[in-house]
């Protein structure tokens, strides 16, 4: 099976732009989970989405959004980008509930 | 609220000798827990999870853990440590609920020396 795949890998924006991030999960994984990296921060859970239904939230300002479409694969966005946006943003597919998580390789996100 | 910590910000050791990385988790009920590795630029990858039954877990690349529910840890050991080994591992745990959102540690470096 193919793993996660995440497009772009790497992106440079300006501040005040917006940017769409793409995740494919595994074949037959229904959740998808979007984190954000940072060396000051770490690991930060964004939201998780199951059958194109937001399941929960992090807390992060309404910048950021996403949506899962019905083959499960995901998006997310920010609007309004901030120097502090620039991150790795990770994906990770579950099958269902199991908190079994398989993450991709991400996407480097830099704002200047 | 649940949290993870790894007290390990960086570790270095020398190519053969054993490993230990520490986690500690604040979890009410038996937590869902999990290693994961991180090589540079690159994503996480699963070494192995804890859900419930035998508290000696084995994962892949020779890792295991040990859940000791007493002390609230979910500790990391490898008795050999390779120098392909350097990266960084994460612990987290399962915040439970109707979700699949892990709650990770800040991390720890390891550096293997030759």
């Known amino acids: 099976k193919a793993g996660v795949t995440q497009t772009p890998r790497y992106l440079i924006k300006t501040r005040g732009q917006q940017v769409t991030l793409s995740c494919s999960p595994i074949?037959?994984?229904?959740?998808v989970s979007w984190y954000q990296q940072t060396p000051g921060q770490g690991l930060q859970f964004l939201f998780e989405?199951?059958?194109?239904?937001?399941?929960n939230k992090g807390n992060f300002p309404g910048r950021f959004s996403g949506r899962q479409f019905s083959n499960s694969r995901s998006e997310m966005n920010v609007s309004t980008l901030e120097l502090g946006d620039s991150a790795l943003y990770l994906c990770?597919?579950?099958?269902?509930?199991?908190?079994?998580?398989?993450f991709g390789p991400g996407t480097r996100l830099t704002v200047t | 609220a649940q949290s993870v910590t790894q007290p390990d910000i960086h570790i270095t050791v020398s190519e053969g000798a054993s490993l230990e990385l520490r986690c500690n988790y604040s979890y009410g009920a038996t937590p869902y827990l999990f290693w994961y590795v991180q090589s540079p630029g690159q994503g996480l990858q699963l070494l192995l999870k804890?859900?419930?039954?035998?508290?000696l877990v084995q994962g892949i690349k020779g890792f295991e853990a040990e859940f000791k529910r007493s002390q609230s840890s979910f500790n990391l050991r490898k008795p050999s440590v390779h120098w392909s080994d350097a990266a960084e591992y994460f612990c987290a745990v399962a915040s439970g609920g109707a979700t699949n959102k892990l709650i990770f540690g800040t991390g720890t470096l390891l550096a293997v020396q030759p």
């Open positions: 989405y199951f059958s194109e239904t937001q399941r």
């Open positions: 990770a597919s579950s099958p269902t509930q199991n908190y079994e998580q398989y």
């Open positions: 074949s037959g994984h229904r959740s």
């Open positions: 804890y859900f419930s039954g035998d508290t």
